[in-house]
């Protein structure tokens, strides 16, 4: 399965530039991955328009520490490609970014 589908890249893109002129977007997740053995999971609202590399969003790479922060999609696939990173076909955000941080700061976990 492609991480990111074309539709998703330029969802994540869009909000990669809105974010550039507005830093107090609080943009829903367009994408799930996920390493269903190292329960890793990563709630993606954009990417770097200058840097397509650069995801951000709310990550977890699977210590059970998750925070706010930036992700290189290229890492995710060469640290994580033995683990199957999968993009989750089934997610549809809910809520927006800031929602699932004040549960995963209650909880202590990304539930998505």
């Known amino acids: 399965m492609i991480l990111l589908t074309d539709s998703l890249r330029a969802k994540l893109e869009a909000n990669g530039r809105k974010a550039g002129n507005d830093s107090g977007t609080d943009f829903w997740p367009v994408v799930k991955l996920c390493t269903p053995l190292a329960r890793g999971v990563w ?3 954009e990417i770097d328009p200058a840097d397509p590399d650069r995801a951000f969003g709310l ?8 925070e706010l922060g930036h992700v290189r999609l290229s890492e995710l696939t060469s640290r ?18 800031s929602g699932y941080v004040t549960e995963m700061r209650s909880g202590g976990r990304i539930v998505a």
């Open 59 to 66: 990550c977890d790479p699977g210590d059970g520490q998750p």
């Open 43 to 45: 709630l993606l609202t």
């Open 80 to 97: 994580f490609g033995h683990l199957s990173v999968r993009r989750d076909g089934h997610f549809l955000a809910d809520k927006p970014l």
